[in-house]
């Protein structure tokens, strides 16, 4: 057994409040930093709408300023309380946290910064962790199993259908031209895969009768190429009969939302005394 | 075993012809009571249709108080007519019958009250217990089954998706702007769920280059998205086995559509003599 | 055994020509009704273009008496040939071969007897007897057996979908008013069925920010009722494994294409001498 | 065993360089092709926009010259470098290889043979070979085998789904007239497609009542089809259970990117010292 440096005892209570979500401070600490995410998108929303933006310009900015130093605080809290900080700084959670930080104080330097506000809504993935219900992870982890289970099948058939595309594209815009909407083959694919997939918007739509004729064959082909992704999902779900983590003898385990203070790993047992993923005692 | 209070004759009778949909008064009653409802439905239709409501506004306000009536009496007898009244009063079907009775009176008093009239259309649900086809009641909760079984996997979903959608819709209304229709983010956020849907109305639609390349990455992300729900119901449904309900050891029993008179529990089994829920004699 | 009387020889003759596809004349008489069957579609469609009748007028006149003259012909013999004309007169095909027959004369007694003309479409649906490819009838009763094990299920699944459509429509009908062209009740439904199909034309579309919330909802609401009935299909198709006609001890049983000259049954078994519907011999 | 002419040292080099991945000139000459292929798609993309054409046009037509002497070159080295050139043009990438190389040579000759530049896009299958990912071309013909295997299948419901088209697009016909974008029959299967695909471009929509009701039944109709080609697709999935090539015992065997130099047939075992397909020594 490897022997581990002590903490500063305020560092791992702060390490407790911050990553875990077991203690009542935990729980609390999550469930306010999830009202502050949910109330800073609402906050970008408000923004975007002119009319309103107009009237409470002054109000609105003063709320990002706060929610930008709430966000600071908590970013560099988290940094100072976990023993190896960049390994956090450079997990996907840990590059949302910053990005969600940043775009106020970027916009004095860059313009079109706010692109980066967009990100804050990744944030709200965090509710799994809040929401402490082993349960939801399990449905979630299923989901994704299922899903990276599917994955390579998945590339194949997109980039098939993109192929496709490029192919029923081309053939549309020679034979519809400019007049229907089809200007240039980009827009000619474009249509094609707003028709593949049944969107469907009707802002380019075939005039000829052989256009429409080709648009009925597309139509068609979408129709089966659909049943393609579902019927790849469908059978990876229908194989995975594992309803959570399991043992090696096939045995339910039951995981928390307790995170290694060392490497911030999660879905610990919660018979674990050591990390999983470095050995740190838990 | 416990004793109840003997109930009038003419109360039990009552419950009889109301709940029950065995003895041929009980048949009569529903059938009558089902093209009661049809035809408030139709009436409230009829109501909004400018030209017609103009021409025969009297009749169709006649009709409408004759059917406020025959409604209220309903209501009365099936509160009378049962042990509890409170209990049927706040089960599902009687809080329905409760607001399909009741927007005629209060258009006296509110405006606006007329919203009430679509929840009359929840009493067509009542045709299952009229249908008194056990295999239809047997089909219906297989496929609430397979629903319920996979509800948290479908919540968990829909919650990805919003995210996702928040995030595309931030993106859309950067890159296209006021002039394609994406004037804010709620309205951009609104545009992403109709591609990624696949419903597509058109309304709003990008113009760029840039905005009508993303719009296509989101469409082949709809199209894996979509994939989703279809596995999870259909692996469900592939599960579950059972074609009705099952006692311990999977033979299939039969139920019928008697309703308890003490809390109306439905779907007892045909030999039952005392019900599954209150223990009350059947 | 029955004693069945002799027909003439002419007459079984025909019978073998038009009922059967095993004879190379029976084969022949096949294939060149089915051309005759696709030319006819055609010249329903051709007469339907404005531009093209009025040039045409006279050609596609005659060309339509002829059709209607030789389509008369087949549906006289095949009445004489058989053992029990009404039957045959009665059965799926004899009312189509029937009504493909009429519109024309019909149009000089009826107008509107046009409509008919889009029955002659079903007369297609011969292809699978002419194929004389027992695979492709194998399938196509796959198709059906799937299709019919499930269709209860799908009638209460679209039975409910109905109920909401009617309750959803009616709430957008208040939400949005005449502006945004939920000028009706039924008008509504209809928009709401075109969401919740993921259909999405963009005729009817809500134009105020409630109205877009709530056709949010119908559409993510769309999401998971279209994986519904794709579960139900598939549950059945993964459930029947059968992949033709079977005998009692699951071995594969091979059909042909001849049809009873007493009862016109088809699907008889390739070493039947009798047939398995009436007794007749074959 | 057969004895084989010896080649030429040259031509078996030009061959293993051309024909297999393995080696690192091959690998090379594979991704450098792969490059010039997707530089060859874009360039005719860029082509179509008219901006851009008539700024750049001499130089996107040195561009097209340069790389339509590249892959004739190419297609040339292809023919000598193997034993049976015929073998090499008749099969599939050889038509391809030969289509893409020769539109620039008949626009001199044809107007119109830009047509043939849409080709070019099948060229950048060959990714599957250049990837040499084992896992997936066995994902590819997985696909593939569950596609083959519900082919009648699709066949079938197609063309059930055409004869639909032509009924319910002859009644829309009937109903809605031309005020509605309904001008001919052929026009109203379109719209009928466009429908009943869920794809609903909006270009065409009904106007009346009873077209309105007509198109709501279409759509559910839509929604109930929508589910067999997936449940059709879904169970050959589920069904096929071989994640790769098996041998007799159903062990998984390796697979390499190597071409035999006499026939070219591909996925030779790693283990393989002479063709599957012809018996020539690898």
Redesign the interface.
């Known amino acids: 057994m490897k022997e581990y440096k002590a903490q500063p005892k305020w560092k791992s209570k702060l390490h407790e409040v911050i990553y875990e979500a077991d203690t009542p401070a935990g729980k609390l600490f999550d469930i306010f930093l999830f009202v502050l995410i949910i109330f800073s998108?609402i906050l970008?929303?408000l923004e975007?709408?002119?009319g309103f933006d107009e009237k409470h310009h002054a109000t609105l900015f003063t709320l990002e300023w706060i929610i930008t130093i709430l966000f600071s605080l908590e970013y560099i809290a988290r940094l100072i309380s976990i023993k190896k900080p960049w390994k956090y700084a450079l997990s996907f959670y840990g590059i949302i946290d910053f990005l969600s930080t940043i775009p106020l104080y970027l916009s004095y330097i860059l313009a079109?910064s706010?692109?980066l506000?967009?990100?804050r809504?990744?944030r709200?993935?965090r509710?799994?962790r809040i929401l402490k219900l082993v349960?939801?992870i399990g449905?979630?982890s299923?989901?994704q199993a299922?899903?990276k289970a599917s994955r390579?099948?998945?590339v194949?058939?997109?980039?098939?259908?993109l192929?496709l595309s490029?192919?029923l594209g081309?053939?549309m815009?020679?034979v519809e031209g400019d007049e229907a909407g089809f200007?240039?083959?980009?827009?000619s694919?474009?249509w094609t895969?707003?028709?593949l997939?049944?969107?469907?918007?009707?802002?380019i739509?075939p005039q000829s009768?052989l256009g429409?004729?080709l648009?009925?064959v597309i139509?068609?082909l979408?129709?089966?190429i659909?049943?393609?992704?579902?019927?790849?999902?469908?059978?990876?779900?229908?194989?995975s009969k594992k309803d959570g983590v399991k043992d090696d003898e096939g045995h339910m385990v039951h995981v928390n939302t307790q995170a290694c203070p060392n490497c911030s790993a999660e879905g610990h047992r919660d018979d674990a005394t050591h990390c999983y993923n470095c050995g740190h005692p838990l």
Chains 1, 2, 3, 4 share one sequence.
């Open positions: 998108v970008v929303m975007s709408i002119k079109g706010q692109v506000l967009a990100v809504a990744f709200l993935l509710i799994f349960k939801f449905e979630a299923q989901l299922a899903l390579t099948k998945i194949v058939f997109i980039y098939v259908v192929i490029v192919i081309t053939l815009y020679i200007t240039s083959i980009p827009r694919i474009y895969i707003v028709t997939t049944t969107v469907g918007y009707g802002d739509a009768n429409q004729f648009a009925t139509m068609i979408g129709y089966g659909i049943a393609v992704p579902t019927g790849i999902v469908t059978a990876e779900f229908t194989r």
